[in-house]
């Protein structure tokens, strides 16, 4: 009996999913604090992160866009387009350690430093693989 449907013999497992947080945008802010968050994803099962990217798609007028993207309070990276982003400019970063999630853990992007004008939009978006845990067949 399958849990949820995942199974050791599905040919998705260990393969790369992605989800995304669409439309996002802070205003302008001047510090670099952390505000309320962009986004919030929650982990339906066990999950690894393996990388993250931003895609702004508006053109910028010059200043900085920075978004962090947070397990709990730990930074896992912090993705930033400097002066002047162009619609469809997109930056990724890849975690040389992967982040494991169980079941529960939270995802949340914030906006952590922004000054350009106007206030580019983003979708951005998380890879990760899904890992099994005991129970799962």
Same mark, same amino acid.
């Given at each position: 009996?399958?849990?949820?449907? #995942?199974?050791?013999? %599905?040919?998705? =497992?260990?393969?790369?999913?992605?989800?995304?947080?669409?439309?996002?945008?802070?205003?302008? #802010?001047?510090?670099?604090?952390?505000?309320?968050?962009?986004? &919030?994803?929650?982990?339906?099962?066990? &999950?690894?992160?393996?990388?993250? /990217? &931003?895609?702004?798609?508006?053109?910028?007028?010059?200043?900085? +866009?920075?978004?962090? @993207? #947070?397990? $709990?309070?730990?930074?896992?990276?912090? @993705?930033?387009?400097?002066? /002047?982003?162009? *619609?469809?400019?997109?930056?990724?970063?890849? =975690?040389?350690?992967?982040? *494991? @999630?169980?079941?529960? %853990?939270?995802?949340?992007?914030?906006?952590? @430093?922004?000054?350009? *004008?106007?206030?580019? =939009? &983003?979708?951005?978006?998380? +890879?990760?693989?899904?890992? =099994?845990?005991? $129970? %799962? /067949?």
């Amino acid at each position: 009996m399958s849990k949820a449907g #995942r199974t050791y013999s %599905d040919p998705s =497992f260990g393969s790369k999913k992605v989800f995304s947080f669409s439309r996002c945008s802070m205003g302008t #802010r001047a510090a670099a604090t952390l505000v309320p968050e962009a986004g &919030i994803f929650t982990a339906m099962h066990p &999950i690894v992160v393996t990388e993250w /990217n &931003i895609t702004c798609d508006a053109t910028g007028n010059g200043g900085t +866009s920075t978004w962090t @993207l #947070r397990k $709990g309070t730990t930074a896992l990276g912090t @993705l930033s387009f400097v002066t /002047n982003p162009t *619609a469809g400019t997109n930056v990724t970063e890849t =975690f040389t350690t992967e982040t *494991a @999630l169980t079941a529960g %853990d939270t995802l949340r992007l914030y906006s952590a @430093l922004s000054t350009a *004008a106007p206030q580019p =939009f &983003i979708t951005a978006r998380v +890879s990760y693989r899904e890992t =099994f845990e005991e $129970g %799962d /067949n």
